[in-house]
């Protein structure tokens, strides 16, 4: 199995790059945030490789970290997410915020995604909002605290709405509303959330 390539990125196209590693090219599917990052070509480059092998082909999917590896390795257990969909998601929603709006059951920004409907969007909150907290989010941003909404997501959504509204950026204000239920409980109240976020935001 391959675990990481280094090697000289000569092409990046969309979906995916080629990566030439002493001569031999290995084409290496990945998120648009990965392929971003990529060095412009030719250069030398190193990715994390996740070896999906079939009966008819063996698939390479790179990326740029850990994290988004971690990610991608979690949203294929999910019953409906394939590579293709589990990159697509990582393509719309990065860790951070993809991590904020599981928690915060945030369906439309989980259905960024192409080929991510609502009823994929509601199984991957159903069976990921217990799991994310101990997962990465990316350089800088540590792990997610691990919340139950028990009633009412759309508050935690409006929520964060305002938050955004008010010049924050979104997965900021995600973490912010996450750590807010975690300290007031599930059945706070919109304002009284709101209040909170921006005492935590304002430290």
Known sequence: MIGKLTGVAEQIEDGHCLIDVNGVGYVVFMSARSLAALPAPPSRTSVLIETQVREDAITLYGFIDAAERDWF?????????????????LSAVPPDKLAGAIIAA?????????????????RLIAELRERVGAMPTGAGFGTVPIVTIVAAPSVAGDAISALTNLGYRRGEAEQTVAASLATLGADAALDTLIRDGLRRLAR
């Open 73 to 89: 390795r979690l949203l294929t257990t999910v019953q409906g997410v394939g590579a293709k969909v589990a990159l697509a998601l």
């Open 106 to 122: 945030d369906r439309a920004a989980i259905t960024r995604a192409p080929g991510v409907g609502p009823k994929l969007a509601a």
